[in-house]
């Protein structure tokens, strides 16, 4: 049932892109794909930190039809298939859980942690042809705090921990580039990804801002500057 709906959703996506399918469609590309790709995946994160499971399904499925899509895009260009992206995921999964799939040569990993630091080791131990250098990952475009996540992910791989975390005013009016550094190092050495807070924070104040409108009937900018201040910077 599975490989007909996938196989129904793959001859809708060649309609499309036919000759008497849609002209925006044929007219996508990979790079023009990718920036909605990015929105899309936005989106997802949203509908899940939100807990709405109808928003999640519809999000799922924009970014199921995009893989589709990107498949459908190689494939007339003879670069490659929806069977190489399936294949390809089947061997990085498998190859990198040797304490599942492999348990007899590699032994097990008793929890998360040793199942951390061992997919940050086979990913930055792949075979030689495939291994980037280091500064390779400064080439990664993306939003600043995602990139970065991506960056320090790797460090910490590397064991290189932020032991002493401590910050002072006179310290982030001096460097403040320096300062936020090492909030976002100190988070993600902890496992708390701030795109993520960053995006739960701005949430909750648009509710407070929502309640605080409904309850005084008037807009937010009408409010007083110490209530404003209240609703950004407590809790």
């Known amino acids: 049932m599975k490989t007909k709906k996938l196989n129904e959703l793959e001859k809708i996506i060649e309609k499309l892109r036919s ?15 990718s920036e909605l790709t990015l929105e899309e995946t ?5 509908a899940v930190s939100k807990n709405d499971n109808e928003d999640i399904i519809d999000e799922l499925s924009d970014i199921l039809t995009h893989i589709i899509f990107y498949s459908h895009i190689a494939s007339s260009k003879k670069l490659f298939t929806l069977e190489d992206i399936i294949d390809r ?4 999964l498998t190859s990198r859980h040797p304490h599942v799939f492999d348990k007899k040569n590699f032994g ?28 390779d990952n400064f080439n990664f475009k993306s ?6 996540s991506r960056f320090v992910k790797k460090l910490i791989g590397m064991n ?56 005084k009937n008037l807009n937010f900018e009408e409010f007083e500057k110490e209530e404003i201040k209240q609703i950004l910077f407590d809790n």
């Open 89 to 92: 995921a089947k061997q990085k």
């Open 108 to 135: 097990e990993l008793k929890n998360s942690d040793e199942v951390k630091k061992n997919w940050n080791y086979l990913k930055n131990n792949t075979s030689k042809t495939n291994k980037k250098r280091f500064l």
């Open 19 to 33: 000759n008497d399918g849609c002209p925006w469609d044929k007219e996508l590309t990979f790079e023009s794909l």
């Open 42 to 46: 936005y989106e997802l994160i949203d």
């Open 160 to 215: 290189i921990i932020s032991d002493n975390f401590t910050i002072s005013k006179e310290e982030l009016k001096k460097n403040p580039s320096r300062e936020l550094f090492k909030i976002f190092y100190f988070l993600i050495q902890n496992n708390i990804d701030p795109e993520i807070i960053l995006r739960k924070k701005i949430i909750n104040i648009k509710e407070k801002i929502e309640i605080k409108e409904k309850i």
């Open 143 to 148: 939003p600043a705090s995602i990139f970065l």
